[in-house]
T-cell receptor, first 111, second 114 residues
Framework: LAKTTQPISMDSYEGQEVNITCSHN???????ITWYQQFPSQGPRFIIQ???TKVTNEVASLFIPADRKSSTLSLPRVSLSDTAVYYC????????????FGQGTELSVKP | DVKVTQSSRYLVKRTGEKVFLECVQD?????MFWYRQDPGLGLRLIYF???????EKGDIPEGYSVSREKKERFSLILESASTNQTSMYLC?????????????FGQGTRLTVV
């Protein structure tokens, strides 16, 4: 199973772009990279998913280099409401596939 | 919208009690998961199931068991609750597939064992 490593915490200010990098050196060929966001007292929710190169949606962008051993979640122009814990998850959702979360990155956005 | 519903938001139980945490999903998902979350430790996988009556151990199965008699329902059982099982418990479900899918989480059950 691919283990992920992320920074434990990050600070930012409103309006800045935030980039959170996740290392996953032993990612498998079939693994996808998924990022989740969790607010206090709530379950995590899906933000973005990718396999290679770049993926963008209305919330974030995900950059994946060619070797796929890392990925970067990019949040454009963060606001106070983006304060949350962000988890990088590497794996498949196949039958019998575990979904193993790392410790996550606690992002604090300040005014 | 996909909905994953956990039976209780808050629960207080006594040491030694048998505790049942119920989770129901309404989107015909094959996969279901139980996690516990503690400060500084992230989400840790207890058990998961990819089909009715099928179960697999996660990283921390000791002291827990699970039951999946119907596709939509996945129960976590604490056979004899202990104070070190005080935690937030999260249930999730997902379709089965290579990718292009996601896990949906319930709101969590905060269990206190006294």
């Amino acid at each position: 199973l691919a283990k992920t490593t992320q920074p434990i915490s990050m600070d930012s200010y409103e309006g800045q772009e935030v980039n959170i990098t996740c290392s996953h050196n032993n990612i498998a060929t079939n693994d996808y990279i998924t990022w989740y966001q969790q607010f206090p007292s709530q379950g995590p929710r899906f933000i973005i998913q990718g396999y290679k190169t770049k993926v963008t949606n209305e919330v974030a962008s995900l950059f994946i280099p060619a070797d796929r051993k890392s990925s970067t979640l990019s949040l454009p122009r963060v606001s106070l409401s983006d304060t949350a814990v962000y988890y990088c998850l590497v794996g498949t959702y196949n039958q019998g596939g575990k979904l193993i979360f790392g410790q996550g990155t606690e992002l604090s956005v300040k005014p | 919208d996909v909905k994953v519903t956990q039976s209780s938001r808050y629960l207080v139980k006594r040491t030694g009690e048998k505790v049942f945490l119920e989770c129901v999903q309404d989107m015909d998902h094959e996969n279901m998961f139980w996690y516990r979350q503690d400060p500084g430790l992230g989400l840790r996988l207890i058990y998961f199931s990819y089909d009715v009556k099928m179960k697999e151990k996660g990283d921390i199965p000791e002291g827990y068991s699970v039951s999946r008699e119907k596709k939509e329902r996945f129960s976590l059982i604490l056979e004899s609750a202990s104070t070190n099982q005080t935690s937030m418990y999260l249930c999730a479900s997902s379709l089965s597939g290579e990718g292009d899918t996601e896990a949906f989480f319930g709101q969590g059950t905060r269990l206190t064992v006294v």
